[in-house]
């Protein structure tokens, strides 16, 4: 016969090996994932007023945790319902074959549940992730992917290019790191209007170069990064005003990094040389 003192005890232990087991996991989700790792090195932002030190995007916390700086109202979501159909499950064993122009202008349009963002590609400066874009968009790669990942203050940009939508995804293989000194990306700032890649690099160790494969990010603000993620174009004005108003909706851990609260979904992508 279990006692209510024994019993009391065994819940408490299980509570706290399903509070682990959660930490666990997002820790192993944040370590797969190709991320914006900011917290790989402590980026100050000028004043001091915020730091994102080592940890800081670890996705450590428990569901309480969050629970707790989740805001008590969402706000509407300002987009429209996904278009009809289903994330293709494509998977490749290699780099394509370079078979861009590098001497051409390129140009890549999401279509998405909250509207148009252009994207103006740099393939002079960034062959092998404007050539493995116009590749994997040719077969669909990226319809009806969701962007997945939203984050704001010194770090503002908007994540997408995962077909699982976990931030885990990606095509099967990678792509070597390019433009790393473009003179844009002065005094670690990723300036608002570019388009980079997403990578596993850890500042840290120094190892992860080279490890960039669908999943990318646009910057709707001034960014605090260091040169590490392969900047390969710039967004027009109307996709700015696409991710404002994305970004003005919010994201949904209260946090500064979480799914956005709007319904960001790629119904069509395609890459055309102009």
């Known amino acids: 016969m279990v006692s209510n003192d ?19 996991a997002a820790r192993r989700r944040a370590r797969m994932r190709n991320a914006v790792i900011a917290g790989a090195l402590a980026v100050a932002l000028a004043g001091g007023a915020v730091s994102y ?5 670890d996705g450590g916390g428990t569901k309480d945790d969050e629970a707790a700086a989740r805001p008590t109202s969402t706000p509407k979501d300002p987009c429209e319902k996904p278009a009809p159909g289903k994330v293709k499950p494509l998977s490749f064993e290699k780099e394509p074959a370079l078979t861009i122009d ?15 963002i252009g994207l103006d590609l740099s393939a002079a400066k960034a062959p092998h992730t404007v050539n493995s874009f116009k590749f994997l968009v040719d077969k669909g790669y990226l319809d009806h992917t969701t962007c997945h990942r ?4 010194g770090v503002n940009v908007l994540q997408c290019g995962d077909p ?13 790191d390019e433009n790393l000194k473009d ?4 005094g670690n700032v990723y300036p608002a209007g570019t ?27 001034d960014s605090q990064l260091p040169p590490d993620y392969t900047p390969f174009g710039t967004i027009s004005d109307s996709g700015m005003k696409v991710l404002k108003k994305i970004a003005d909706a919010g994201e949904n851990t209260g946090q500064g990094d979480g799914s956005p609260n709007a319904t960001v979904v790629i119904d069509k992508a395609t890459v055309t040389r102009s």
């Open 6 to 24: 024994q019993r009391r005890r065994q819940l408490a232990r299980e509570k706290f090996e399903r509070q682990q087991q959660r930490r666990e």
């Open 53 to 57: 030190v080592a940890g800081a995007f």
């Open 102 to 116: 590098k001497s051409a202008d390129y140009a890549m349009d999401l279509k998405t549940t909250c509207g148009d």
């Open 150 to 153: 939203l984050t704001t203050g």
């Open 164 to 176: 699982k939508g976990t931030g885990e995804g990606g095509p099967g293989y990678s792509i070597p």
């Open 183 to 186: 003179k844009r990306l002065k």
């Open 195 to 221: 388009v980079a890649m997403a990578n596993q690099y850890n500042a840290q160790t120094k190892k992860g170069r080279d490890t960039g494969g669908s999943q990318f990010f646009l910057v709707y603000q």
